[in-house]
């Protein structure tokens, strides 16, 4: 099956454990896609899927494709970093310490390389920021976030911090693609 949308955006369906179900066009560039039968009973998602289509659109680069995941007590960021001297790692590396410097992640130890799967030399599973290295040498990266007590901060993450922290992320994210310093926040004025 492939699935056509207006302004050519095509979405195929025809390779292994595809499962797309109900399509929605949040801008010109940006689609929410549902995954069939993973849906509860108020028809909402029961946990966060990640799916990397080639969408039938021009090609645009991929400077890093990052996932998020909350952890319990523990900071940290990987990903299928080639060992070397690499644009990827270089940006990956500037990435990591960036947001150990500027942020209040807190990682727990240093960016390592998870491998290009979680069975090397087998057929098996990938995780989903192993993927897209692995098949179209994208460079991707997982960072987990702690939900317990953050060091930096001197207790529990508040919801005011995790937005403080997405501010900061794209920030960084930014400054680690282009080798640029990160760009200061304007004042908005007020008390």
Not at 4 to 22: C, R, Y
Not at 155 to 175: K, M, N, Q, Y
Request: charged share 25%; with cysteine.
């Amino acid at each position: 099956m492939l699935l056509l949308l207006p302004a050519t955006i095509t979405l195929p369906t025809d390779f292994e454990a595809a499962s797309l179900g109900k399509v929605e066009r949040l801008s010109p560039a940006h689609l929410r896609c549902a995954v069939r039968g993973e849906s509860g009973q108020d028809g909402k998602n029961r946990q966060a899927n990640w799916l990397l289509f080639p969408a039938g659109q021009p090609a645009r680069r991929i400077d890093l494709f990052m996932a998020f995941h909350n952890t319990e007590s523990s900071e940290f960021a990987e990903g299928p970093v080639p060992e070397g001297e690499s644009e990827f790692q270089t940006v990956a590396e500037r990435l990591f310490r960036l947001l150990a410097e500027k942020t209040t992640f807190h990682p727990v130890r240093p960016l390592p390389s998870s491998g290009a799967s979680t069975t090397p030399g087998e057929s098996g599973r990938m995780a989903v920021y192993q993927g897209p290295y692995h098949d179209r040498k994208i460079p991707a990266l997982l960072m987990e976030q702690m939900v317990e007590h953050n060091l930096k901060l001197g207790r529990l993450p508040r919801v005011e911090d995790r937005l403080t922290f997405g501010s900061e992320l794209v920030r960084a994210l930014w400054a680690a693609a282009t080798g640029a310093e990160i760009p200061a926040v304007e004042s908005k004025g007020g008390p």
